[in-house]
């Protein structure tokens, strides 16, 4: 495991794998991605994503990803396994494990690919908002380790503050980049699809446990329109349609400034209140 | 292999496993669920469902699956392994592989849990359509042989005809369900997520190459909610939200007829124009 470099961000830090001889990939969970309990599940996502994208026999771009998240992990060392399960000539097929001490924490799936030039079109409105520069930025709760590598700046659904009491929609729509800034890439998009916090603590004006079970990610964008967004904000969305029994859904759509749709996210949460 | 019963649905026979000595199940194709290419998608994910809800080791409900159609299933039989690679107090994780002479064709993971519970509620409105009886009935094209087997009747977006043009938008909603009726379960419920016709064919007003790579479901519904449904009808809407160099993605919604939310669906879909 390398020491983290003094001019290296921490989230190439948090995603950085080393091959071992049995062909497991060796990473270490870091302080600065710390969650409530574990590592925050978008640095985790990103690191199963960064495990596929550093293969060797890798084909093509990410298309699509799914994390569950099994069980916490440790603060301390983890592996992960990544098998291509099936190589097509276009598309390729991943199953992933990352486990500690021989236990499974988190499995993922992935589907890579090579793209074609096809008909496009974006057929969902980007939401009209100002520009991120005249948002204020907004903070989790400072024990809240992960989020200080980012910065919100929120348009609606914003974090609850003491005593907010109940909101009648659980929709959150923000700026958000991380910091300090980096050029965008596929494990960032993929961790900035986690960025939401969680949807039934806007709807109750509290904090409460809840933690994501799954957790998926449609890459829209190729690795052009990615390398093109440099270190700009990303405008995010995100809402629920319905909690019931203990689990409730949350649909993403990630934009760019100029109105390109980058990825879709959906998870699925566990909460008790 | 058990012969189809005169007096069993279609359905069922599909998705029936028999365990082998071994711990793998082994299933079989049936005509009457035959896609273009392989079986009909929704079927394969049924039968994965029906993999994990057979287990002898399962725990509680099913909460999500992600189902990864790695590569076409040939007409015959095929075998499943499913894995329980972690069991909580609650939840359940599974990865699943489906097989035909070695050769994986599909992956899938899956979240069972026992629910509690909790402080409820839909967000999301049903959207405001006419009652099924007053909808005609529309069918695919006779050869999808898989299309028998349901009754579509939709409300917008209904199937292109033979030159219709293109359409402004991909939104389709039709009220479905079997043919015959049968009561609603978990895997005739994932079977629906996947009944509507490529989002790539309303658009373009034609067919043309398409395949989904990659489908999740949430089930929303508990046992109780979907055993209440009995044969009637469930409504469903989907719409993509883009499309780009060769995929695309599709949210779908299933609602119950008194407006519960039974299940959140989402697919990457390939598609060649």
Chains 1, 2 share one sequence.
């Not at 509290?206 to 700009?232: C, K, P």
């Amino acid at each position: 495991m390398t020491e983290i470099d003094a001019l290296q961000h921490p989230f190439d830090a948090a995603v950085e794998l080393t091959p071992a001889t049995d062909g497991r990939l060796l990473g270490r969970t870091r302080p600065e991605y710390a969650n409530m309990v574990g590592p925050f599940g978008g640095v985790t996502a990103a690191t199963l994503l960064q495990a596929v994208l550093r293969h060797p026999d890798r084909l093509g771009d990410p298309i699509s990803l799914t994390v569950n998240y099994a069980g916490p992990i440790a603060d301390g060392d983890f592996d992960i396994t990544a098998r291509a399960v099936r190589t097509n000539r276009a598309t390729q097929h991943w199953m992933l494990e990352l486990s500690q001490d021989g236990v499974v924490t988190t499995t993922a799936t992935a589907v890579f690919g090579i793209r074609r030039d096809t008909w496009s079109d974006t057929e969902l409105d980007m939401p009209s908002v100002p520009s991120p520069e005249t948002v204020p930025a907004q903070s989790l709760p400072d024990f809240i380790a992960w989020a200080h590598n980012y910065e919100m700046r929120f348009v609606e659904g914003a974090i609850p503050e003491e005593g907010a009491g109940e909101h009648p929609d659980s929709t959150a729509t923000l700026w958000m980049r991380e910091a300090p800034a980096r050029p965008l890439d596929f494990p960032r998009l993929t961790a900035l699809c986690d960025l939401f916090y969680p949807r039934v603590f806007l709807r109750h004006g509290r904090y409460m446990a809840a933690g994501t079970v799954s957790l998926t990610v449609y890459f829209h964008a190729d690795a052009h329109e990615i390398a093109a967004q440099h270190d700009d904000y990303v405008l995010g969305t995100a809402r629920t349609s319905r909690f019931s029994r203990g689990y409730f859904d949350q649909t993403a759509r990630l934009w760019s400034r100029d109105g390109t749709l980058l990825a879709s996210s959906h998870q699925l949460v566990y909460f008790k209140n």
